[in-house]
């Protein structure tokens, strides 16, 4: 019973707005439930709420969530329902809400009874079919029409675990062995020359070699980066939006000869920075600073990952689809804009700047590239010589349903003249 009351806990921080983020002592089956409800959050809403004769006040956020929780159970848990049913109506004591006992199992029993009828019928229902809010459905198809459903197919699913061999200190295939002395499997990517991805996600605490700097957790799209910028001994390098500092690591492990600056707002996250470069044994130039706010000596190459919607990573991130709204892709995309003038300013003639989101949305990605190029004469696209996703005028678009990676956009640019 605890993983639920526990499970409520933690949803009801992301239901107020708030990531999703687990304490330390966190247990496995609560984690499952958290992803499990988040990832299912739409289908369970309207189960919950159609068996509901009347909703239950937003003050009562907590049964809310339990009888989602509890649903899920039903559906997914590899446990007899009646266990799921007694262990959900029995937490409304723990809750301190006995009155709702019976109201808890109704809602319980009468899902057990209804539950096949309930699923076709959310099938008609494009949220709950889809699992995805209706200002994301619409986006999603707006940017994609014939890849929509396939995008959020995917994003329903869990991501795989895929690491990055820091090539300073072995080499993959030197790490492969090392992962099977230790008991698990992993398979290097075509295409993505320093990956290797788990057959399946194991705490970064006990990889073996992780606290010696041998390895980091970076996803396939992500590790094509820092290749793109073709950094040279010598070069000044910027990573302008850098928190975590796993580009920044990546940028310095192809090159440690490079002048490498990384900048980030947030003083929280340029400890992560630092603790990643220490980890890994290397340094650069850190900065907490607004990055328009920065000014210095112009740079050889930029790296621009700009904040973003993220809905290239809901498998790994499902509260992403409550925590976004319709608004925040207008308030990203000025940003985004803002961000790219800005980092242009900063970069050498003949220096080169690879622009890129974790973001599935024509708007954060190709229509930024576009829209700030049009009109320019200083400008020249770059090749991405890369298997992954689909090539566009200016970039290149990853899709989290191809190849186990995420979604993510990748455009390089050259700054002449």
Known sequence: MQEYKDAIHYLEAVAKGNPLEFAKGASPICKQICFGVLRDYYRLVYFRDSLLKKKLPAKHLDLNLLLLCGIYSICHLNRPAHASVNAVVEVTVMLKKPWAKGLVNAVMRNFQRQQKTLQGESENEPEAQLNHPTWLIDQLRDSWPDLANMIMLANNEPAPMTLRVNQAKTSVSEYQSLLEEHGYGGQPISGVPFALQLSKPAPVESLPGFTEGLVSVQDEASQLVA???????????????????????????LQREIELTAIDKDPRRVVQIKENLDRLGFDCTLITSDFFQYSGDKFDRILLDVPCSATGIIRRHPDIKLLRDGDDIENLTATQSKLLSA???????????????????????????????????????????????????????????SNGHDGFYIARLKKVG
């Open 227 to 253: 290749p793109l910028l073709n950094t040279e001994p010598g070069h000044r390098v910027l990573d302008a939006c850098a928190a975590p500092g796993g580009k920044a690591c990546h940028l310095l492990e």
């Open 343 to 401: 980092a242009w300013a900063l970069l050498e003639a003949n220096g080169e700047l690879v622009y890129s989101t974790c973001s599935v949305l024509l708007a954060e990605n190709e229509r930024i590239v576009s829209n700030f190029a049009n009109g320019r004469d200083d400008i020249a696209v770059l090749p991405i010589d890369v298997n992954q996703g689909n090539k566009l005028e200016y970039g290149r678009q990853l899709f989290p349903q």
